[in-house]
């Protein structure tokens, strides 16, 4: 079963910090670029960062540059999003999901991803 999950989100305040995973199961990561996106209420899922299928390339949303880190650990198959310096614009369900084709650098597109995590809530308090 092909399966994309994400941790746990959680509640946190303004200026903390918090850590998502991506794990995946059931399909081929190593090979591939993998992104994070974020959903608001009301809004559109937007782009937030992505990472090369080496882990030597990476990218960001203006929004989150210098804020957060994407990194990878193919061994484990995972991938993970460090949170710091979290504001309340940043509350939002969090989803990782793999780029369709193999390479890459990291789309910042929504279209040019297969697989998708369930998403995670994280909140931020003023």
């Known amino acids: 079963q092909v399966q994309l999950v994400e941790s746990e989100g959680g509640l946190v305040q303004t200026g903390g910090s918090l850590r998502l995973s991506c794990a995946a199961s059931?399909?081929?990561?190593?090979?591939?670029?993998v992104g994070w996106f974020r959903q608001a209420p009301g809004k559109e899922r937007e782009f937030v960062a992505a990472?090369?299928?080496?882990?030597?390339?990476?990218r960001y949303a203006d929004s989150v540059k210098g804020r957060f880190t994407i990194s990878r650990d193919n061994a484990k198959n995972t991938v993970y999003l460090q949170m710091n310096s979290l504001k309340p614009d940043d509350t939002a369900v969090y989803y990782c999901a793999r780029q369709s084709v193999s390479g890459g650098l990291g789309s910042i597109r929504t279209y040019d991803y297969v697989y998708w995590g369930q998403g995670t809530q994280v909140t931020v308090s003023s």
């Open positions: 990472i090369s299928w080496s882990g030597g390339t990476s």
């Open positions: 059931g399909l081929t990561f190593s090979s591939y670029a």
